[in-house]
C-alpha cells in the first residue's frame, strides 16, 4: 500500500506560468522530492471549468517516507513553499489517501 497527498490551489491567474513551472514534472517540488528513493510521482491537473484552479497529487510509498522527507528537509521545503505562496491566491490540504496496488 502507498500514499498520496493532494493539495489544492487557485493560482493568480497572470502567475499560471510560474506555477506550472513550479509545481511540474521539470519543477521545484519534483527535483526535492526525486532526491528521496520512497518518493513516486507527482501529477499536477488544472480544473477545465476553473482554469485558475490546479490539484497536485505526490505519490509515495509510505507514509512514514513523505513524513521523513519532510522532516529532513525543513528548510528546503519552506523556501520553495514560501516561492509557491507567491503565486497562489488560495492554497489547501485536501488529504493523504492510502494507494492500492
Do not use: C
Amino acid at each position: 500500500m502507498g500514499y498520496l497527498t493532494i493539495w489544492k490551489y487557485k493560482v493568480n491567474p497572470e502567475k499560471k506560468t510560474k506555477f506550472e513551472k513550479l509545481y511540474g514534472s521539470e519543477g521545484a517540488w519534483v527535483k526535492l522530492f526525486q532526491k528521496f528513493p520512497d518518493y513516486i510521482k507527482t501529477e499536477v491537473h488544472q480544473d477545465i471549468d476553473n482554469p485558475e484552479h490546479y490539484i497536485t497529487l505526490d505519490y509515495w510509498k509510505s507514509r512514514e517516507a513523505y513524513y521523513k522527507f519532510k522532516e529532513t528537509t525543513k528548510q528546503e521545503f519552506f523556501e520553495i513553499d514560501r516561492h509557491g505562496e507567491e503565486l497562489t491566491i488560495e492554497e489547501k490540504h485536501i488529504g493523504e489517501f492510502s494507494t492500492f496496488p
